[in-house]
């Protein structure tokens, strides 16, 4: 699993969620059990995304899956450059980047979304790698959502981890 690579801008984004919604003590339990202690991560780098993994169970373990889905829709919300971009855009125009900002942040996995009549489909293939991760997804476009001021919903209708070829969002907000 080493070959896959995520952005810093990430995993501090979910550890931004850890220390806000839990403080300090919270913040520490986090790093010590996921042991990212000492490690300084910065945005731009890359780093093993077993490291998110990590983070994500935590998260699930001690409060609950509900608040994996926070942390996806908070960190969406607060990466500078999505939060840039949405100044000026809509959620198709968010959409159809996706898949850049997706593989820029990512180095592994594939999103694709095509339009629909009330909004689009986005799939994801090898991205998620515990049903965790879905969820924390499902928050993702959730946050994209509110960041666009659009009024919604995301629905959940594929999932690789359950034996279908990808994972799969229906998002209406038309
Ligand atoms: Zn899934």
Not at 21 to 31: F, I, M, P, S
Request: charged content about 25%; glycine content about 8%; hydrophobic content about 35%.
């Amino acid at each position: 699993m080493n070959d896959r690579q995520i952005r810093g801008s990430v995993i501090n984004g979910y550890l931004k969620y850890v220390e806000k919604t839990w403080g300090k003590d919270g913040y520490e339990d986090c790093c010590q059990k996921t042991r990212i202690n000492d490690i300084k991560i910065r945005d731009g780098q890359q780093y093993n995304h077993d490291m998110l993994l990590a983070i994500i169970h935590w998260i699930s373990d001690t409060h609950g899956a509900a608040r994996v889905r926070q942390a996806g829709k908070h960190t969406v919300q607060n990466l500078g450059l999505l939060a840039y971009i949405v100044r000026f855009a809509n959620m198709d125009t968010m959409l159809n980047k996706a898949k850049n900002l997706y593989a820029d942040a990512y180095s592994f996995g594939e999103v694709n979304t095509t339009p629909t009549e009330r909004g689009a489909e986005v799939t994801m293939k090898d991205v998620s790698q515990i049903p965790e991760d879905c969820i924390g997804w499902e928050g993702a476009f959730e946050g994209m959502l509110e960041l666009t001021h659009s009024k919604g919903r995301v629905l959940k209708t594929k999932c690789q981890l359950k034996g279908d070829s990808h994972c799969e969002y229906d998002i209406t907000w038309k």
